[in-house]
């Protein structure tokens, strides 16, 4: 299986070709990720994944029919991106896009991803036990209604860490 990070850092995904523009990541090629097309040919991976980078690049939907270019029929994509209810998402000032979960359903109009899972995640993967157990608690409900969680539940227990989506590329 050949598996692209785009935007890899410092924790590039196990057996995958990293992309970065750091020079001082893990990746394998140094890019700005900004600019189009990258040098993969078209149909070459069978999934990319994308950890906190969308809301760093300044045209993330041209970015987004990029990765569907190189992936194969069928190829999986998977995001992770903090919720614009977390401190995370509007307080690093390089990050240029806020999103929500409508906003990965929307994207299915314009693309030929289709959702395979869509889930909020209430905190992020480095917390104790006690923490994680209460993390679990509000994602689990808060996934029962994403709608519902985004217009009002987030506002009354607090932001929500990020958002995890995996897609399938249709053929």
Same mark, same amino acid.
């Given at each position: 299986?050949?598996? =692209?990070? #785009?935007?890899?850092?410092?924790?590039?995904?196990?057996?995958?070709?990293?992309?970065?523009?750091? %020079?001082?990541?893990?990746? /394998?090629? #140094?890019?700005?990720?900004?600019?189009? %097309? *990258?040098?993969?040919?078209?149909?070459?991976?069978?999934?990319?994944?994308?950890?906190?980078?969308?809301?760093?690049?300044?045209? %993330?939907?041209?970015?987004?029919?990029?990765?569907?270019? #190189?992936?194969?029929?069928?190829?999986?994509?998977? #995001?992770? $991106?903090?919720?614009?209810?977390? $401190?995370?998402?509007?307080?690093?000032?390089?990050?240029?896009?806020?999103?929500?979960?409508?906003?990965?359903? /929307?994207?299915?109009?314009? @693309?030929?991803?289709?959702?395979?899972? =869509?889930?909020?995640? *209430?905190?992020?993967?480095?917390? @104790?036990? %006690?923490?994680?157990?209460?993390?679990?608690?509000?994602?689990?409900?808060?996934?029962?209604? @994403?709608?519902?969680?985004?217009?009002?539940?987030?506002?009354?227990?607090?932001?929500?860490?990020?958002?995890? $989506?995996? *897609?399938?590329?249709?053929?």
């Amino acid at each position: 299986m050949k598996i =692209l990070d #785009i935007g890899c850092g410092k924790r590039k995904y196990p057996s995958s070709i990293g992309i970065d523009k750091n %020079p001082n990541s893990d990746a /394998d090629i #140094i890019r700005d990720l900004n600019k189009l %097309p *990258y040098p993969f040919k078209k149909n070459e991976f069978d999934a990319v994944y994308m950890s906190h980078v969308l809301e760093h690049l300044r045209k %993330p939907f041209k970015v987004l029919k990029e990765v569907e270019r #190189i992936l194969k029929p069928r190829g999986k994509l998977i #995001i992770r $991106v903090p919720h614009f209810s977390c $401190v995370n998402a509007y307080g690093n000032p390089d990050h240029k896009h806020y999103y929500a979960c409508q906003s990965f359903i /929307d994207l299915e109009r314009d @693309t030929n991803f289709r959702i395979e899972k =869509l889930k909020l995640n *209430y905190s992020s993967y480095r917390e @104790t036990l %006690p923490k994680k157990v209460i993390s679990s608690f509000f994602s689990f409900f808060a996934n029962l209604n @994403t709608k519902f969680c985004e217009r009002f539940w987030c506002y009354w227990i607090g932001g929500f860490s990020e958002i995890y $989506v995996e *897609y399938r590329l249709k053929n």
